[in-house]
């Protein structure tokens, strides 16, 4: 009896939801994004749990199976372009707290962010910078050693 021969009822009884494996055969990136963000949250591990777990941020109950946080992601605007966003960074993984964003918008809502206020309008570094045409780095000295005011404010020579 050749015990190698495969059992077409095998694959089918250890199939859970379909959805996490794409046309190709490989993980879709839908389920590669819900695994890593219930890394970062429990597996002590993990490279990142400190900045996420271990600040006591958590994946909600109704996001423990992937079927839920499917069903979620694409009814809340899912591309493959975009990442997972919690819009308030202490705040937990929950439908509520989350959204589809760009890896630019992302960087907007990052933690170590400074917002800089100048003519009552505040906006972080990268925004300043292409409002005014203004590379980040030479931005970034000038605040630093002149101000913002004059930072904002001197031309860029040979302009």
Not at 71 to 86: D, V
Not at 137 to 156: C, D, H, Q
Request: some cysteine; charged content about 30%; proline content about 2%.
């Amino acid at each position: 009896m050749n015990l190698k021969r495969k059992k077409p009822w095998l694959s089918e009884r250890n199939k859970t939801h379909g959805l996490s494996i794409g046309a190709n055969g490989k993980k879709t990136r839908l389920y590669s994004i819900w695994i890593r963000m219930k890394q970062r949250c429990s597996d002590l591990n993990s490279s990142d749990f400190n900045e996420y777990g271990g600040r006591g941020i958590t994946v909600c109950d109704e996001w423990a199976k992937y079927e839920k946080f499917h069903k979620w992601a694409m009814s809340n605007g899912y591309k493959e372009n975009l990442t997972i966003e919690r819009k308030d960074n202490d705040g937990d993984y929950v439908p509520l707290n989350c959204c589809w964003a760009s890896r630019s918008e992302q960087s907007k809502n990052k933690r170590n962010n400074h917002l800089i206020s100048f003519h009552g309008e505040t906006k972080i570094l990268m925004d300043w910078s292409r409002e005014l045409g203004v590379d980040q780095s030479l931005l970034r000295y000038r605040i630093k050693n002149w101000g913002v005011e004059r930072a904002f404010t001197t031309p860029i020579r040979g302009r």
